[in-house]
């Protein structure tokens, strides 16, 4: 008989996974699938809370478009006037770019541009 054969074969037996391994493998799979669940049921739970505090937030005030602030109004639109990003007071434009009152900052905008600017202003900003 061919003695490599034989020693092949005695390996590969000596390899092979035993039922008691099959089955230390099984409980150890079936563990973890039970840890998983309960961590994935504990996220889950987390998740939901979490996305019921943030759906039951009011919106913020104000909205950010084009280095200026627009103030949103209740039907979910926003003011017409562009307002001051550090002093939240509305901005006077009449010519050349809306100014602060109080700070004198400058929108980055004309007031001829002022309504498309208000136009483009994304409906979830
Ligand atoms: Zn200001």
């Known amino acids: 008989m061919n003695t490599s054969l034989v020693k092949y074969l005695l390996e590969a037996i000596q390899k092979a996974p ?46 950010e478009h084009r280095g200026v602030l627009w103030k949103r109004l209740p039907n979910g639109g926003f003011a017409s006037d562009a307002y001051c990003p550090k002093c939240r007071v509305a901005m006077s434009a009449f010519v050349g770019p809306a100014i602060c009152s109080r700070c004198n900052l400058e929108a980055p905008f004309d007031f001829g541009e002022m309504r498309a600017v208000h136009a483009a202003i994304p409906l979830d900003a």
């Not at 493998?25 to 996220?43: M, P, T, V």
């Open 18 to 63: 035993t039922v008691a391994n099959l089955e230390q493998r099984r409980a150890l799979a079936e563990d973890l699938a039970a840890k998983y669940e309960r961590e994935n049921a504990g996220l889950r739970a987390i998740v939901a809370r979490q996305e019921g505090e943030l759906n039951s937030r009011p919106a913020p005030e104000f909205a």
